[in-house]
T-cell receptor, first 110, second 120 residues
Framework: LAKTTQPISMDSYEGQEVNITCSHN???????ITWYQQFPSQGPRFIIQ???TKVTNEVASLFIPADRKSSTLSLPRVSLSDTAVYYC???????????FGTGTRLLVSP | GAVVSQHPSWVICKSGTSVKIECRSL??????MFWYRQFPKQSLMLMAT?????????EQGVEKDKFLINHASLTLSTLTVTSAHPEDSSFYIC????????????????FGSGTQLSVL
């Protein structure tokens, strides 16, 4: 599966929009992108998933350009409770292995 | 969404004893489950892939005789840490791959809440 690269950390303030970009240059045709959120001492939680263009759900948006070599997770109006580690993953149907990258540690301050 | 239940949430044991961690998919059948371990402020490290009815596939450097994985049913996988030592103290997380629904691009991985193992 494609290797992903994300910023190690990001800082933001309450009420701001946060965009976390993930690079996946060698993504394959059948791969899709998934983002997870993890709080300390908890298992990762699914946020959003997409193949191309834009996907939006109640908590986030995912932007994927035409070449699909990167993706951006957008969190609108973050709050303190959004402080967590965010992982970008490239998956494909029937995947037999899923390796996590470093993730992005987001710190939201008052 | 799908739920994966992991037990226990935390366990403290003496060095040399064995500890079993259970991972259950509550509302779907999971033919494939994954086991990860995570050290403080580090990413998840894949330990092994567990397929129902067959032997687990271990990642390089993971001792299969120390970390026994059993996936005897479509809803249950267990990880047994045998003869635990302090260096095995870590956060262990299981996950299950959800079945395909509709589009091919919507398989998801659901995670348990994790087990904090402390070996004294």
């Amino acid at each position: 599966l494609a290797k992903t690269t994300q910023p190690i950390s990001m800082d933001s303030y309450e009420g701001q929009e946060v965009n976390i970009t993930c690079s996946h240059n060698n993504i394959a045709t059948n791969d899709y992108i998934t983002w997870y959120q993890q709080f300390p001492s908890q298992g990762p939680r699914f946020i959003i998933q997409g193949y191309k263009t834009k996907v939006t759900n109640e908590v986030a948006s995912l932007f994927i350009p035409a070449d699909r070599k990167s993706s951006t997770l957008s969190l609108p109006r973050v709050s303190l409770s959004d402080t967590a580690v965010y992982y970008c993953l490239v998956m494909n149907t029937g995947f037999q292995k899923l390796v996590f990258g470093t993730g992005t540690r987001l710190l939201v301050s008052p | 969404g799908a739920v994966v239940s992991q037990h226990p949430s935390w366990v403290i044991c003496k060095s040399g004893t064995s500890v079993k961690i259970e991972c259950r998919s509550l509302d779907f059948q999971a033919t494939t489950m994954f086991w990860y371990r995570q050290f403080p402020k580090q990413s998840l490290m894949l330990m092994a892939t567990s397929n129902e009815g067959s032997k687990a596939t271990y990642e390089q450097g993971v001792e299969k005789d120390k970390f026994l994985i059993n996936h005897a049913s479509l809803t249950l996988s267990t990880l047994t840490v045998t003869s635990a030592h302090p260096e095995d103290s870590s956060f262990y997380i299981c996950s299950a791959r959800s079945p395909l629904q509709g589009s091919s691009y919507n398989e998801k991985l659901f995670f348990g809440s994790g087990t904090q193992l402390s070996v004294l």
